[in-house]
């Protein structure tokens, strides 16, 4: 059984020049999401030659999905170089999933923050000799996964 905080272990590190990793995005896309009644309706503009899509859906995720396939349909772009963005036409609605995603972000970052910070308490506490046993306990984690996290150099 994984602990809270063994579980943070079990998840990727954010690579770190992952600020400058060239993504080969070159079709950025960006829906308007508007509510109304029981059916969404997407608008996407800045096309090119003057067109604009609007499209519909029940849900959310069917209106992107409609948007995606619309684009597609008329455009013909390369599938690995679109982006997509969808964003509520309503402010309130935007600023309230930007501050989730913003959330989101900042627990990334905290989350391998830890990591690091915990790997080098491992590798300061086993170079001053401590025993996997001891830097669990003392860091709240198994032996097993002091063990998994700072491997001893074998000689």
Same mark, same amino acid.
């Given at each position: 059984?994984?602990?809270?905080?063994?579980?943070?272990?079990?998840?990727?590190?954010?690579?770190?020049?992952?600020?400058?990793?060239?993504?080969? !995005?070159?079709?950025?896309?960006? =829906?308007? /999401?508007?509510?109304?009644?029981?059916?969404?309706? $997407? &608008?996407?503009?800045?096309?090119?030659?003057?067109?604009?899509?609007?499209?519909?859906?029940?849900?959310?995720?069917?209106?992107?999905?409609?948007?995606?396939?619309?684009?597609?349909?008329?455009?013909?772009?390369?599938?690995?170089?679109?982006?997509?963005?969808?964003?509520?036409?309503?402010?309130?609605?935007?600023?309230?999933?930007?501050? !989730?995603?913003?959330?989101?972000? =900042?627990? /990334?970052?905290?989350?391998?923050?830890?990591?690091? $910070? &915990?790997?080098?308490?491992?590798?300061?506490?086993?170079?001053?000799?401590?025993?996997?046993?001891?830097?669990?306990?003392?860091?709240?984690?198994?032996?097993?996964?002091?063990?998994?996290?700072?491997?001893?150099?074998?000689?």
């Amino acid at each position: 059984m994984t602990t809270w905080s063994e579980a943070i272990f079990d998840q990727s590190d954010i690579p770190e020049d992952l600020d400058q990793l060239e993504l080969e !995005v070159t079709n950025n896309y960006h =829906a308007t /999401l508007t509510r109304t009644g029981k059916r969404w309706t $997407a &608008t996407v503009q800045d096309l090119p030659d003057g067109h604009v899509i609007q499209v519909q859906g029940a849900t959310w995720r069917e209106t992107a999905d409609n948007v995606m396939e619309c684009v597609f349909d008329l455009l013909n772009p390369d599938p690995g170089t679109s982006g997509f963005f969808f964003t509520p036409a309503d402010p309130e609605a935007a600023d309230a999933r930007k501050a !989730v995603l913003d959330a989101r972000v =900042a627990r /990334l970052h905290a989350e391998q923050a830890e990591r690091d $910070a &915990t790997r080098e308490a491992a590798r300061t506490l086993i170079d001053k000799g401590w025993t996997t046993r001891d830097i669990g306990s003392v860091l709240g984690l198994s032996h097993q996964r002091i063990s998994q996290i700072v491997p001893r150099a074998t000689t």
